[in-house]
T-cell receptor
Framework: NAGVTQTPKFQVLKTGQSMTLQCAQD?????MSWYRQDPGMGLRLIHY???????DQGEVPNGYNVSRSTTEDFPLRLLSAAPSQTSVYFC???????????FGPGTRLTVL | AQKVTQAQTEISVVEKEDVTLDCVYE???????LFWYKQPPSGELVFLIR??????QNEISGRYSWNFQKSTSSFNFTITASQVVDSAVYFC?????????????FGKGTRLHILP
């Protein structure tokens, strides 16, 4: 099992550019989520999904879109990047919301 | 609404000292789950423990122990005889009952420095 994989590991964008952060898991987990980590702010939930075709907003969803067409993949889209979106992004998955989450290695994003 | 508070932003102790990291939570539910994760300097997030609200027994795993007290809504984490390798950011997290809210909420973390 590869676990939870994220690509890319590092990315630099210019303000206004769009991009997609990829997340995939091979553990057949239903629950997947995206977090951003900023200094002093901990892990803040952006979006989550309880299964294929179902997504919902977390604490800080503005500026981000998600979709869940398959159980394995949960991409995060930045439609028009802003410097405030400079952060480290973590994807996580678990069998259910009450179960242990497995985290990907993270993507460090810088928006200039 | 659910909330997790880790009041200690940063702690420094000398190696071999014991240290306790505090976690206080808020929830409307009687059924919920609490977690601790570790983030070492390398950046990955590592699961440490999961506890459901009906199990108030304290847990010990080697030098790590957890004290769950529903009366004070706390789930504190103690490292005994700390080591330099324990230096990391530690996060506490809360997940509420099914059909209430599917979010998992993390605290802001406590950065622990173990000084040699």
């Amino acid at each position: 099992n590869a676990g939870v994989t994220q690509t890319p590991k590092f990315q630099v964008l210019k303000t206004g550019q769009s991009m997609t952060l990829q997340c995939a898991q091979d553990m057949n987990h239903e629950y997947m989520s995206w977090y951003r980590q900023d200094p002093g702010m901990g892990l803040r939930l952006i979006h989550y999904s309880v299964g294929a075709g179902i997504t919902d907003q977390g604490e800080v969803p503005n500026g981000y879109n998600v979709s869940r067409s398959t159980t394995e993949d949960f991409p995060l889209r930045l439609l028009s990047a802003a410097p405030s979106q400079t952060s480290v992004y973590f994807c996580a998955s678990s069998y259910g919301r009450a179960d242990t989450q497995y985290f990907g290695p993270g993507t460090r994003l810088t928006v200039l | 609404a659910q909330k997790v508070t880790q009041a200690q932003t940063e702690i420094s102790v000398v190696e071999k000292e014991d240290v306790t990291l505090d976690c206080v939570y808020e929830t409307r539910d009687t059924t919920y789950y609490l977690f601790w994760y570790k983030q070492p300097p390398s950046g990955e997030l590592v699961f440490l423990i999961r506890r459901n609200s009906f199990d108030e027994q304290n847990e010990i795993s080697g030098r790590y122990s957890w004290n769950f007290q529903k009366s004070t809504s706390s789930f504190n984490f103690t490292i005994t005889a700390s080591q330099v390798v324990d230096s990391a950011v530690y996060f506490c997290a809360l997940s509420e009952a099914p059909n209430r809210d599917d979010k998992i909420i993390f605290g802001k973390g406590t950065r622990l420095h173990i000084l040699p």
